[in-house]
């Protein structure tokens, strides 16, 4: 059983920054893709950005220039670097690896307000 432990949100201010990390059980060279979604309270889930084990990494339109995806293999963990915070950011993020089936993490709360 493949498990995913996100950390990193919190409340920020508005044009702040904020890096989120995923942490996966086992070795993220076998989960392709990895990625995270977030889902603001009344929305449905949507993705902010997933990565391909080749390094192709796909991002959301408003992602694009301010959030930043990578992997670090030898950790097994997923990072997201968040710049230039809007309140409309502010969302519960999670991750999720395809791993046979699709797995999410349990979600970590990033608010975006002064």
């Known amino acids: 059983q493949v498990q995913l432990v996100e950390s990193g949100g919190g409340l920020v201010q508005p044009g702040g920054s904020l890096r989120l990390s995923c942490a996966a059980s086992v070795s993220i060279f076998s989960i392709n893709p990895m990625g995270w979604y977030r889902q603001a309270p009344g929305q449905q889930r949507e993705l902010v950005a997933i990565?391909?084990?080749?390094?192709?990494?796909t991002y959301a339109d408003y992602a694009k220039g301010r959030f930043t995806i990578s992997r670090d293999n030898p950790k097994n963990t997923v990072y997201r670097q968040m710049n230039s915070l809007k309140p409309e950011d502010t969302a519960v993020y999670y991750c999720?690896?395809?791993?046979?089936?699709?797995?999410w993490g349990q979600g970590t709360q990033v608010t975006v307000s002064s």
């Open positions: 990565t391909a084990s080749t390094g192709i990494t």
């Open positions: 999720y690896a395809l791993y046979g089936r699709g797995i």
